[in-house]
């Protein structure tokens, strides 16, 4: 039978949407991270990083802008197939950037030049009520979706600066009933950034799909950080999440085997990387 073993290494079985779930219901966390270019995939991949984002945060860490908003579809495209070439293992998702699927049509076509230009294997994009059609429409393609709700850093500007989402109890609940809408309407992963512990909690034992967290607390299915972020590349402030893991390490790659540790141990997110 053909299968997608034969093409990659058949001792290290590739991650997948299934083995994701497989691990959300074993109770073993996700470990992921963002990643732009080759050399950093193999890296991660070596390190045992279970999912590997190709982030719109590239624009900021990599392209050196304010906010993820000038990201292209092309830029995604660029990275996303540098990182494919990399990686062994990993699951690979790419960003959908701001305005790139601004209705159904558009996200599908944009979906499949993730896919097949850049090689990834499910696509991201910032999502709420609004969302509901386009993750249908993507599902219905059989495209596989992560919808990332809490803070968006696309709507930065709407939003007033990249601050903790949900602490007001009308709003935790419509972030829930979003992840719930999202997942009906054919989300394969929910990602959820910088909201409180509780509603991590909420929303992971509500939801079947798995949920990775960045700011959202220790329990939910697994974490993501951005690579740079954990290596002590970023300049100036880091956001409260973030933990440094190349203190006490001495090399990249053991900092991100060290990052992996740490997220299968539940060691991470400590409780200094958490909102109330
Ligand atoms: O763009 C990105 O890197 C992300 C992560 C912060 C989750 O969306």
Do not use: W
């Not at 392209?63 to 000038?70: A, I, S, W």
């Not at 049509?105 to 850049?118: D, F, I, S």
């Not at 509603?199 to 740079?228: R, T």
Request: aromatic fraction near 6%; proline fraction near 5%.
């Amino acid at each position: 039978m053909y299968t997608q073993l034969e093409q990659r290494s058949m001792a290290v079985p590739p991650v997948n949407v299934a083995s994701l779930m497989k691990m959300k219901n074993d109770g073993e966390a996700i470990a992921c991270i963002t990643a732009y270019d080759a050399s950093f995939a193999l890296a991660v991949d070596q390190a045992g990083i279970d999912m590997v984002l190709v982030g719109d945060s590239l624009g900021m860490v990599i392209q050196g802008h304010d906010t993820t908003v000038p990201v292209t579809v092309e830029d995604v495209i660029y990275h996303t197939r540098n990182v494919s070439r990399g990686l062994q293992r990993a699951f690979l998702v790419a960003d959908m950037p701001f305005m790139s699927y601004s209705d159904p049509n558009q996200a599908l076509e944009n979906a499949v030049r993730l896919m097949q230009e850049g090689g990834a294997m499910m696509v991201k994009l910032e999502g709420g009520e609004d969302q509901i059609a386009i993750v249908k429409h993507l599902a219905r393609h059989d495209i596989a979706v992560c919808a990332h709700l809490g803070l968006k850093p696309q709507s930065v500007h709407k939003l007033g600066g990249f601050k903790v989402q949900g602490r007001d109890p009308k709003e935790a609940n419509k972030i829930l009933n979003n992840a719930k809408a999202l997942q009906d309407a054919g989300a394969d992963i929910v990602l959820l950034e910088c909201v409180p512990n509780e509603l991590g909690k909420s929303i992971k034992e509500n939801l079947d799909v798995p949920v990775i967290g960045i700011g959202a607390g220790p329990f939910v299915d697994g974490q993501i950080l951005v690579l740079y972020d954990i290596l002590d590349i970023t300049q100036g402030s880091t956001p409260k999440f973030v933990r440094n893991f190349m203190l006490d390490q001495t090399s990249p790659i053991n900092a991100i085997k060290s990052y992996v540790r740490a997220v299968k141990n539940k060691d991470y997110p400590a409780p200094e990387h958490c909102f109330s």
